[in-house]
């Protein structure tokens, strides 16, 4: 036994003289072309895949990724961040994507196999030594479910839809150059959302909150792992030049009010969403949100959005955040923390309905 322990001692030692060798002096080629040694690829491919079976959320995990908007916004993250590598369906690879090792694979490729728990845990956490980076911001996991959405919709998308799917609006004449091209693949021209309910309308949001959402999001003071990386594209002159475009804009109703319109259980729902905002519900730990929101014909705060006529999933998942302590802003932060931390989920309900219920800029 002792003997071998010692030829075990010996052996370790030389291992560890080899691979100081191999470090310092430089003996192993790093180089791209030169590819990997036989088995290698296998190695760790089979890793990577075992590695994100193993980490992956649960199926149940999933929330529901049918909702064509969701899918939209996902296409237009990936058009920005991740068609550089993957390209888009059917698309062709580039000589410099087919030079890197390894080389991305085509975007129907990439997805092929997995299920939608694996594609967020990838799209979130990224691949070491492979080129695929993690999510840009590390404490929300919503942000990533709409890229996931519209991978799974990548394997029956062809080239011309995704183009379709991605293609930015005509800019008018007085678009603040590529920053507003950028933005408006999202938000519109017009900053009225191009009809999609997962993103907010910035023609009612005001030239001063734009610029200091666009700083917390570029600073991650607000986490979004898609506007952190809308946002890092900009400087402080790209936030002004930006806020005071879409500041600009005047806000028009997407629709008509739906109060009076909507079946009786919908028209309860606004009602007590109205009584929370003005702060003559019944309950005593939710403060009336129209203090700070409206609806009113002035702004009482440059830092105070208005909120009337934004989309109410938007401003539901918006609620949630808040009242789950994820999600930052500008210096007045801290006021909703206090806000929202006590309202239920039926709370949260009737307000993003009230709320989407009225036109922008009204006061009632």
Known sequence: MRRFLIHTAILAGIAAIGAVLVVWLGLFNVSARSGHLPGVSWVLHTTFRNAVELRAPPADAVPDLSDPDLVALG???????????????????TATMLS?????PPIKEAVADWEPQHLFWIVKHGVKMSGMPAWPTRTRDDDVWPVVAFLTR?????LAEYEELVAPPELPADAAG???AYCASCHGADGRGRGNAQVPRLDILG?????ASLTAYRTGARQNGIMHHAAST??????????????????????DPQSDSEPGGKRDHITLGRDLA?????????????????????????LFPRLAGQPEPYLLRQLELWRDGERGGTSRAHLMHQAAKDLTDGELRALAAYYASLKPGEAR
């Open 75 to 93: 296409a237009r993250h990936y058009d920005g961040a991740c068609r550089v590598c993957h390209a888009g369906p059917d698309e062709g690879r």
């Open 100 to 104: 890197m090792l390894p080389a991305p």
């Open 154 to 158: 990548v394997p029956e998308m062809t």
């Open 178 to 180: 590529a920053d507003v």
């Open 207 to 211: 030239e001063a909150y734009i610029a």
């Open 234 to 255: 900009l400087d402080a002159t790209g936030d002004a030049r930006l806020a005071r475009f879409y500041g600009a804009q005047q806000p028009s109703p997407a629709s």
């Open 278 to 302: 003005m702060g003559s519900a019944a309950s005593a730990d939710v403060p009336a949100c129209s203090a700070c929101h409206g609806p009113w014909p002035d702004r009482l705060s440059a």
